[in-house]
């Protein structure tokens, strides 16, 4: 990231930044320059509700949207999303576009920040995501969700499941048995909205598609401001301000002159 070709001329280098928060994940693509961080285009869970997701905007599978999202954002805005469409349907295996002939995948390096990158971490599923939709960026699947470091493979029957939610699936099935009463509190956003367990893979499925359709970001209807009341008083203009002060005369010169009658009588 640091050292730079002579003969690239001031190529930007291009970071894939995965950050999580507790409501949130942002997905960015950014270069670096003098003037500070610019960012190509950039992804947020909170997005996901206009494709179909509305709850579990932290977990693995929201995480994959993400970088999905992010992924085909970009390569739309640099007019590549038809020539590098990635990998449309999400197996769990492991997948690296391949260059075509006219141009060259866009390409950009992971940046997890201060995350702890163990096996099976939210931002892998982000980088998964963003693999699928066509970016290049250089990785392993060794930190990928399912893959076993005693036989040193990945099994993509258990990434599969993490990126369609089966790992949710599967809790919701197991704390509805044993616990309702918490199941009832724990996944009420779930139940308000209609989401069961056996509903989840066909809702992630449905928007894989919907972002492979329309990547573009949506404005959000934002409401007009409400008029407040006005407590203060409203500023005069020069001529009320030269009205009042001869009114305020008129009335001092009306008074001085009924003094005076009083003290003729």
Same mark, same amino acid.
């Given at each position: ?159 599969? *499941? ?59 209807? *934002? ?43």
């Amino acid at each position: 990231m640091i050292n730079q070709d002579k003969n690239k001329y001031n190529t930007p280098k291009y970071r894939f930044v995965v950050r999580f928060s507790n409501q949130d994940i942002v997905a960015q693509i950014v270069s670096a320059s003098i003037a500070g961080d610019m960012v190509l285009a950039a992804a947020y869970a909170h997005e996901l509700p206009h494709y179909g997701v509305e709850v579990g905007l932290t977990n693995y599978a929201a995480a994959y949207c993400t970088g999905l999202l992010l992924a085909r954002r970009v390569l739309k805005a640099l007019e590549m999303d038809e020539e590098y469409e990635g990998n449309v349907e999400a197996t769990g295996e492991d997948f690296s576009v391949e260059p075509a002939e006219s141009r060259r995948p866009f390409r950009a390096l992971l940046d997890v920040g201060l995350v702890r990158t163990t096996t099976g971490n939210r931002v892998f599923g982000a980088l998964k995501g963003a693999l699928d939709g066509g970016l290049d960026i250089p990785h392993s699947d060794k930190r990928f969700a399912g893959y076993n470091k005693e036989s040193k493979q990945l099994d993509p029957e258990v990434h599969r *499941k993490y990126i369609y939610g089966g790992h949710v699936a599967a809790y919701m099935r197991t704390l509805e048995e044993d616990e309702p009463e918490k199941y009832q509190s724990h996944f009420s956003e779930y139940i308000m909205r209609g989401v069961d367990a056996d509903g989840l893979e066909e809702m992630y499925k449905k928007v894989h598609a919907a972002i492979r359709a329309d990547p573009t970001p949506k404005k959000s209807e *934002k409401q007009p401001p409400k008029e407040h009341k006005r407590y203060n008083l409203k500023k005069l203009t020069y001529e009320e301000r030269k009205a009042k002060l001869i009114e305020r005369l008129n009335a001092l010169n009306a008074a001085a002159g009924d003094d005076d009658e009083e003290d003729d009588d």
